[in-house]
């Protein structure tokens, strides 16, 4: 919906914002490939232009809302040009199959899929003209990746107060668990994390608000949050003990939800990279030369 309403025509922006706006029209975007996904400005899903429009060859892989979407916004190199544009693809459209991926550890209720593309035919109306290099992403992922720094501190905050209930609740040696003091003490630090946690998503929106946020600072925030989250809600699965690792009381579930949260808009790794560039000037993820000798 982000990049429609950034990219988009006037004309395509009347016809599908509307509908997405009331969630009648469900979108998916998909730019992650199975062999491109930190190094998503390498993908190789193919657009070439033919008359009327664009055939799209390629495969997209970990794509939200893919199998079940209305319309996808999908990301392919021109082939003339070899920057990167944008297309909106319809789900019936001749030769996309979209394939659910199974057996993931956490947010299960996201249907994350594989999508083929084998010679889709988009008209020219539903190229996205404001979208043509790969910077255009920068927006799009700055806002995703703040979406899920909040989604990890509402789950955290659920975390702390289901914990807080069971240690006051639950007695062990004949005191409840809240009374003793290692448990005191990761109950004070999930809390912690948690209004900090608050403080970084509550200043990331309000530079977004502004028009001040870069794209290594809504990484920055992102992977430092997801970090801090993964902390608490591990926290809270200890104070748990065995119960921790049944979804019954819920912490079990968010336990392993964290995982994906903590790899996907851009992995940990990655989103401190992208801040780090920002900070130093120094891309470190660029291939060094095959030429350069180890120092090993």
Known sequence: MLTIATSGSEAQKRKYLPSLAQLTTMASWALTEPNHGSDASALSTAATKVEGGWILEGQKRWIGNSTFADVLVVMARNTTTKKINAFIVKKDAPGLTATKIENKIGLRMLQNGDILFKKVFVPDEDRLPGFNSFQDTNIPLSVARVMVAWQTIGISIGVYDMCYRYLMERKQFGAPLAAFQITQQKLAQMLGNI?????????????????????????????????????????????LGGNGIVTDFLVGKAFCDFEPFHTGEGSYDINNLIAAREITGFASFKPTSSAQQSRL
């Open 195 to 239: 209004q900090a946690m608050n403080l970084v998503g509550w200043r990331l929106c309000r530079m977004c608000e502004n028009g001040k946020m870069s794209l290594g600072q809504a990484s920055l925030g992102k992977a430092w949050v997801s970090a801090r989250a993964r902390e608490t809600v591990a926290l809270g699965r200890e104070l």
